[in-house]
């Protein structure tokens, strides 16, 4: 009797199921998926909603230092020797989230050559945005940051069309991103939308018109 072939391995379906070190989290608006300072043992993958990634230094001053959605890994630092966690992890709306052990996470990467490629390629878009955060941080006024926050918030592509950022999108948050102070993420949003680069009511949408302000020198 022939054998059956084994089906090729799928990185998605990998990513949808549970059972060999992979659970699926139910996680309703604001729920904490892991804290600072927690013991770093699992790898996250969101397949839906949006996740907040902040840190408290010691001296209680917080910062937002990501904003996560859909086919976005976090806590991939425990592959790398790290063993607690060192930003705090929360949802800003209802998610549904994959936890990977650390074994689990391991395992696959070494076996499966599909789902390494497609890790690898998120790491490194990853570290590209890192790296572009830096010189934003360092060469361009808080104007153009909280530009460029919004416009990457927004999935910036298609032109001409407003997208939904975040529902109720606190301008605190936006001001821990950007580094600033709230009422500067004020007055640049009241700018914003007198130039009709966002719309803001309850909800705020960002046309691509936003990217003149990026450009400008």
Do not use: W
Not at 139 to 152: P, T
Not at 195 to 215: A, C, K, M, Q, T
């Amino acid at each position: 009797m022939a054998r059956k072939r084994a089906l090729p391995f799928n990185a998605k379906t990998f990513l949808a199921i549970v059972g060999g070190g992979k659970a699926i989290l139910k996680s309703p608006k604001k729920q904490s998926l892991f804290l600072q300072g927690d013991a770093a043992d699992a790898v996250f993958y969101i397949q839906s909603g949006k996740v907040k990634l902040t840190v408290v230094s010691p001296k209680g001053k917080e910062a937002v230092v990501a904003i996560l959605g859909r086919a976005d890994f976090f806590g991939e630092g425990c592959l790398a020797g790290q063993s607690v966690r060192m930003a705090t992890a929360i949802s800003m709306e209802d998610s549904t989230i994959v936890r990977i052990e650390k074994a689990a996470m391991i395992s696959v990467l070494h076996e499966q050559p599909a789902f390494s490629e497609l890790f690898m390629a998120y790491l490194l878009s990853r570290n590209i945005r890192i790296e572009e955060d830096l010189v934003d941080q360092l060469f361009n006024s808080s104007e153009k940051r909280l530009a460029r926050v919004l416009l990457l918030l927004a999935h910036f592509g298609k032109e001409g069309k407003a997208e939904l950022v975040i529902p109720k999108m606190s301008q605190e948050t936006l001001a821990e991103m950007v580094g600033t102070t709230r009422s500067r993420v004020s007055f640049f949003l009241n700018k914003f939308k007198k130039l009709g680069f966002i719309e803001y009511n309850g909800e705020l949408r960002v046309h691509s018109s936003l990217l003149n302000i990026v450009l400008h020198d």
